[in-house]
């Protein structure tokens, strides 16, 4: 005997395939939106740092951002000319350059360039911060005047840690003895600076 085969016998086969395939994509979509709101999530970060970091950048500046002090370095900042109603930045720049040459043949002594020195010619802050930016433990500072055939050079020597004044001096003499006073400058400086340094390693 052949059994009688329903119509509908094919139809709950039939209904379940359908809604497998119905069901299947709509099963995806939560993974795919797990998945794109992780990898959202980690661009943000990603983003969130990348900006703050630029901030510190600008923050601090890329040029005269702090380094670590050497307790044996002296910064020689650029002099200024107090003429009165003269401005003569050349004079006071070479009483700058003289010295820095000079101090940085003392044995030992680590003294930065006049360039590097220079740029902070216009730049706010005090001679303790700049030294600090400079990465020196010393800042040397002064003024030039000339008055007819006088010169008066002021001139001191700071301590960056605590701004405290080691030696500060005004030298008055003939402008053709300009050469000495910066060597009289120069051994004055080296002198006081022994003195501080004494005991250090």
């Known amino acids: 005997m052949v059994a009688p085969v329903s119509p ?7 209904s379940l395939a359908g809604q497998t395939q119905t069901i299947a ?3 995806r979509r939560p993974r795919i939106r797990f998945r794109l709101f992780w990898v959202s999530a980690i661009v943000m970060a990603l983003l969130l740092v990348s900006a703050l970091l630029f901030r510190a950048n600008l923050a601090g500046g890329p040029q005269h951002s702090p380094v670590a002090v050497a307790a044996k370095a002296l910064a020689i900042l650029p002099f200024q000319d107090l003429t009165e109603g003269i401005r003569n930045e050349t004079f006071a720049d070479d ?3 003289e010295l820095t040459d000079k101090l940085r043949k003392v044995r030992g002594l680590h003294v930065p360039s006049a360039t590097t020195a220079s740029s902070f010619r216009n ?3 005090t001679p303790t911060e700049i030294a600090r930016k400079l990465g020196v433990a010393y800042v040397l500072d002064g003024s030039v005047r000339k008055a007819g055939g006088r010169l008066r050079v002021a001139a001191q020597l700071i301590r960056a840690d605590n ?3 080691l030696w500060s001096e ?4 003939p402008l053709d ?4 006073v910066q060597d009289d400058i120069a051994g004055d400086v080296t002198r006081t600076l022994a003195q ?5 390693p």
Request: no cysteine; charged share 25%; aromatic share 6%.
């Open 123 to 125: 730049q706010p802050g």
């Open 25 to 27: 994509p709509k099963s």
């Open 177 to 180: 003895e300009l050469l000495m």
């Open 95 to 97: 009483m700058t350059s």
């Open 170 to 173: 005004t030298y008055d003499r």
């Open 8 to 14: 509908w016998a094919e139809s709950p086969d039939r």
């Open 196 to 200: 501080s340094l004494d005991g250090q």
């Open 163 to 165: 701004g405290a004044v």
